[in-house]
C-alpha cells in the first residue's frame, strides 16, 4: 500500500516556509534606505556638491575630493570616460563658456540610496535619480534642454563617499 500524502498540510508547510524567507530577507535586501536616514542624508550632500558645487559652480576642486581614482563614468550620448576624461569634459564642456551655462537640477522625490554591504557592513552605496538640464543665458530665463537618469555607485573611504561609477542615460 502507497503512502497517502497530506497536500494540505504539505502546502501550509510551503507557505509557511515562503512568509518566512520573505520577511526575513527579501524587504531587506531590495529596499532603499529611509530619507531621514543618516546614510541617505550624507549622500544627497554628496550628490549636491557634485552637481551644485562641481557642475553647476565649476568649483573643480569640490570635485577632486568627491571622485575615486578608479572612477568610470557611463554616458548613453558621449561615451566612456575616465576621471581624467570626466575632468577634461567638464572644464572644457561644462565650464568653458559660461554665456551659454549647462545647469542641473535633481527632480524633487526622484533620489533614491540602496546600501550596499559586505557581511552587515556598509562598503558602499547605489544612489539613483532623475535629473534635469537647464541653460543660463545672460539677460534670459533659464530653460530646459533635457531630461535623463543617473545611477551612481559610491563607495565609502575612510568615512568619506567616493563617486565611483556613473550610469547617465535616458537623455
Known amino acids: 500500500m502507497q503512502p497517502v500524502i497530506n497536500l494540505t498540510n504539505s502546502f501550509s508547510e510551503i507557505l509557511i516556509l515562503l512568509s ?22 550624507e549622500l544627497a550632500k554628496a550628490d549636491s556638491l557634485l552637481f551644485e558645487e562641481g557642475f553647476n559652480s565649476c568649483n573643480l576642486a569640490a570635485l577632486e575630493d568627491l571622485i575615486h581614482s578608479d572612477f568610470e563614468f557611463y554616458h548613453d550620448v558621449a561615451g566612456l570616460q575616465s576621471r581624467a576624461g570626466f575632468f577634461r569634459s ?27 554591504k559586505d557581511y552587515g557592513e556598509i562598503y558602499g ?16 530665463e533659464l530653460y530646459l534642454t533635457g ?18 561609477r556613473v550610469l547617465s542615460y535616458n537623455h
Open 147 to 164: 531630461t535623463a537618469r543617473f545611477t551612481h555607485v559610491w563607495i565609502l573611504e575612510n568615512d568619506n563617499w567616493k563617486l565611483k
Open 125 to 140: 552605496a547605489i544612489q539613483k535619480g532623475e535629473h534635469q538640464f537647464y541653460i543660463k543665458e545672460p539677460d534670459k
Open 90 to 116: 567638464v572644464k572644457e564642456n561644462i565650464c568653458s563658456t559660461p554665456e551659454h551655462k549647462p545647469t542641473r537640477k535633481l527632480i524633487p522625490g526622484s533620489l533614491e540610496v540602496f546600501l550596499l
Open 20 to 41: 518566512v524567507v520573505t520577511f526575513f530577507f527579501i524587504p531587506e535586501a531590495n529596499a532603499q534606505i529611509d530619507s531621514s536616514s543618516v546614510s541617505f542624508r
